[in-house]
């Protein structure tokens, strides 16, 4: 079993940043691909960012590409995602995930592991 816990969110103005973060215990951390979903009232939760057991390789969904950025500490088993450049519709709850395999991880499907979420909203 692993327990993820995320923290960090909170209210911001547009053009802002905040930095979430998740922090992992039970199982050897480097063991997972880690990914980022976020979820908004009345709609399906989406990929929003992803990192490699190692940190090699990252993921994002086209619409944070240039303004998040997902990064991991296997030392500390914790994994961020800084966010920047912040836009209303950005406004979601974020779940931190883990997964044992590295393939398909834009997919909700195959995330064995999930975290409560922590609130983020932008205001414009």
């Known amino acids: 079993q692993v327990q993820l816990v995320e923290s960090g969110g909170g209210l911001v103005q547009a053009g802002g940043s905040l930095r979430l973060s998740c922090a992992a215990s039970g199982r050897p951390f480097n063991m997972y691909t880690m990914g980022w979903f976020r979820q908004s009232p009345g709609k399906e939760r989406d990929f929003v960012a992803a990192i490699s057991w190692n940190g090699g390789s990252t993921y994002y969904t086209d619409s944070v590409k240039g303004r998040f950025t997902i990064s991991r500490d296997n030392a500390k088993s914790t994994v961020h995602l800084q966010m920047n450049s912040l836009k209303p519709e950005d406004t979601a709850v974020y779940y931190c995930?883990?997964?044992?395999?590295?393939?398909?991880?834009?997919?909700?499907?195959?995330?064995?592991?999930w975290g409560q979420g922590t609130q983020v909203t932008v205001s414009s």
């Open positions: 995930a883990a997964r044992s395999a590295s393939s398909g991880v834009s997919y909700v499907v195959g995330y064995n592991y």
